[in-house]
Every structure is written in C-alpha cells, then in structure tokens.
C-alpha cells in the first residue's frame, strides 16, 4: 500500500500548503468579532500555523512522501518520513531527492520499543 498516492495525502498536503507558514506574517490577520469567539487554537487555523522552532513533524507510514515533501517546502521545522517497507522506503527516499527536500527518511516499524531514540529525538 505505501506504493500508491493515497487521496488523504493530496487532501492534508493541499491543507498544509495552506496554513502552515514559513515566517511570521508582516501583517496579522484580522477576524471577524463571531471568528474571535471560537477557541485559540481554531482561531490559530483560520490564520495559518507557525510552527515552534526546533519542531519536529514526523509522518508515520509516509508512503510516497507528499505529505512530507510539502510540510518540509512550507516550514523550517525537521521533517522526518517513516515507513517500514524497504522498497517504499527507496521510492520515498527517491522523491525526497527529485523534489529537493531536506527530509529525513527513516525506517520505522509500529511497536518498536525505541522510537525516539531510533528516529534520533531525544
């Protein structure tokens, strides 16, 4: 299955492209007095995210890597693609390179005992 583009990838990845942001915009975006009653962190999506420096994304069953690939281009945050098959494991790593993207690509099995540790996160 981690050779296909799943929809869900081309949904998240278009979300992605959308609302995280690189830099802090110049100007805040101004919501309208009903958008101001909802909660902080809804408020936080109508204006896009910024990540927290030093963050860390890791998408688990990457598969492909869209979604990897465009949270890398859209933040300055680590990116780090897991999946667990050795084949899709060289096809991500090939579209990491094609692309131009600085993300990591690790193998990673479901119910490791070490998973930060083996993805390098303290």
């Not at 958008?35 to 030093?54: A, E, H, I, T, Y």
């Not at 990457?62 to 494991?89: P, Y």
């Not at 060289?90 to 131009?100: G, I, K, V």
Request: proline letters at 2%.
């Amino acid at each position: 299955t981690g050779g296909a583009l799943w929809e869900s990838s081309y949904v998240l990845s278009d979300w992605i492209s959308r609302h995280l942001r690189r830099k802090q915009a110049k100007t805040k975006v101004q919501l309208t007095d009903s958008q101001n009653l909802l909660p902080p962190s809804v408020q936080d999506l109508l204006c896009g995210f910024l990540l927290p420096k030093g963050s860390t994304g890791i998408e688990l069953g990457a598969g492909l890597g869209l979604t990897s690939i465009v949270a890398k281009k859209r933040t300055k945050v680590r990116i780090i693609a897991t999946d667990g098959d050795s084949a899709v494991l060289d096809l991500l790593r090939r579209n990491c390179e094609l692309n131009n993207s600085k993300v990591k690509v690790k193998q990673l099995w479901w119910g490791s005992e070490n998973i930060m540790s083996d993805l390098g996160i303290k």
